[in-house]
């Protein structure tokens, strides 16, 4: 007979941390809320989330802000997994900012950045004393400066040169009123540990994730789906049919694909594990805007 063995694989120990971090945050904090957008890393969150407090359901809403310009998969896919689970979910609609003169859209730009200033009028609304994310360090370096436990002030800003100290994995949850803490179970993980996660745990996620013949438009280097919102640029982006798929979802109007067979999580983990380029430099338009864009906007507080 063979000895159980006690040594955790790297998948393991990396669904053991986080499942740690979502106990330690419903310990800690009064009112917890998990940022879910359908996107994969989300959708791990929630799934990492259920394991976590099982057999009780999760104990806290899920939140999505909304930019209204979402893939019509994504919002079909949320709102099956909240009827299905029967989870609480909070949406934010930076159209309701825009409406009441908060914030002012410009078409050329998207509504990306827009997203902050939803953001934290939610949490406010909310009352919420802590945010889970799914940002992870090896998407980008503002990203790769944050710690797990990540706190904002009264206005929900971020100095990066300003961390509470974390230290031996201890975290650090001190806060006062009206400040709060973002929180990222999945710091740790790579791209590929979350397709390789996916794939082991089979764990459903919207189809655009997987190639697919969509209309495309070719901009500064990158494809953008052709949807109701994308605003064309004239004489120079004629649609075209293509066989693509989505390395991460957001605003459709800023979100890139890739062309790629990848049909199935085992091929996605071949192709993630072969591929040079990070998925927020392959397909996040909005991140170009400049050498600090994605710290720029994580001190105004953004995601």
Known sequence: MTAPSYELTHPQALEAEAVHIFREVAATFARPGLLFSGGKDSVVMLHLARKAFWPAPVPFPLVHIDTGHNFDEVIEYRDEVVARLGVRLVVGHVQDDIDNGRV?????AGRNRLQTTTLLRTINDQGLDAVFGGARRDEEKARAKERVFS??????????????????RLYNGRHRKGEHIRVFPLSNWTELDIWTYIEAEDIDLPPLYYAHRRPVVRRDGMLLADTRFLHRRPDDEEPFTATVRFRTVGDATCTGCVESTAATPAEVVAEVAATRVTERGATRADDRISETGMEDRKKEGYF
Do not use: H, M, S, V
């Open 151 to 168: 706190f904002r002030d009264e206005f929900g800003q971020w100095d990066p040169r300003n961390q509470q100290p974390e230290l031996w």
């Open 104 to 108: 002012t859209e410009d078409l050329r």
